[in-house]
């Protein structure tokens, strides 16, 4: 199958959780005005708790990620392509040293392929050798001028760890004659922050910017990093896309289901989707310790909730769970015996206070807010206005994800555990 052909596809969804449509992101930015100068994302952050299929594919899947990625290339007609790594993964970088070694030497990508830069993180560090020996230096538009010669910059530069970067990013953007032939595929190592799995975050990062989320639109589909057309996937869509479009896999209704908590067998597992949760985790995982009572269960991950045992035979589809208040999300089922709902909602919510970048004031005061909230021990709201009215603040008057879905942790409660909110006399 030829890869301008990408019907296959069809409704593949995005599986880094937000669950865009595929296609239409690719053909977004195939049809961008530019006839250069467009940019390849893999988005393998992964810092959603509980969620740890994107490192397994690197594992297992290497080649066949880049592949998706170079598909992508060819399709969108894109020169440059970075793949967004969690810092953590420190072996798997290897394994995509190496792969990306090996099709350079087979002529598959661009002989400069292979580079390791650092994103800005909270706050952004200097250039500096990894643990590994790596050289790190900082991903910016002026590196991209300093490699191919450009000399036209404006604004003032200063040095950092003995790599020039810049201080205002304003610069021009790359020219098609400063691009080699070939797509060229580096390593970018992320900003080590939550919120830098959100893409346009991540592009604030990789463009050495404190990683916050931006406005939209316009979307990266046509002003992504340095303003160029960008196309940024999961991991694990890159994955399907390589198997779709190769022929080796026919059918879009799959799903990598990362299952952890408190069964016998946690990992990753091709599954169904609409396989039941129940089913994943006896068919799967092994069933659960101990054959212990499970308290509650997390069905995408960290953002898309709590939900009580008796919804454990729901279809595990963002469809059927949409019904129920939530999200399939990134599909990372974990599973609680000994922990209340109560109390994997206040961790969580911890966690959401402790990762909110605080650009918005409602998701910066209410993640911390409702934190607090949760740990008391009496529940009682200290502020004006009623829980709701500050939870809808949050849905409406944030940029990103994170404020839109912190609130469903408290929905969920009220919903399905009969937490009562008490307010303060």
Known sequence: MHVMDIDCLGSLRGCGGAGFSTSFKWNAVRDANVDFGKVIICNADEGEPGTFKDGWLFDNHCAAVIDGMRRAAEYVNAQRGFIYLRPEYSAQRELISAAIQQMVSDNKLAPQSGRIFQASGFPGRPAQLDNGGHSIVELSSLDWFVEHGSHDLVGETQQSGGLAHDAMLQYPLPQNEDIEAGFCLDICLGGGAYICGEETAMIESMEGKRPQPRHKPPFPTTNGLWGLPTLVNNVETFWWAERMISGEWQQDAERLFSISGAVNKPGVYQAPIGITARQLI??????????????????????????????????MSTEVLREHGTTLGTAALVVFTEESALEVSTKIMQFFAQESCSQCTPCRIGCAEFADYLADEKHNWPHRGSIDDWLQAMELGSICGLGFTAPLIIHQLQKHFNFEVQHAN
């Open 282 to 315: 006896n068919d799967y995982a092994g069933g659960v310790k101990d054959a212990a009572e499970i308290s509650c269960w997390i069905p995408g991950g960290a953002a898309t909730g709590v939900l009580p045992p008796t919804l454990l035979d729901c279809e």
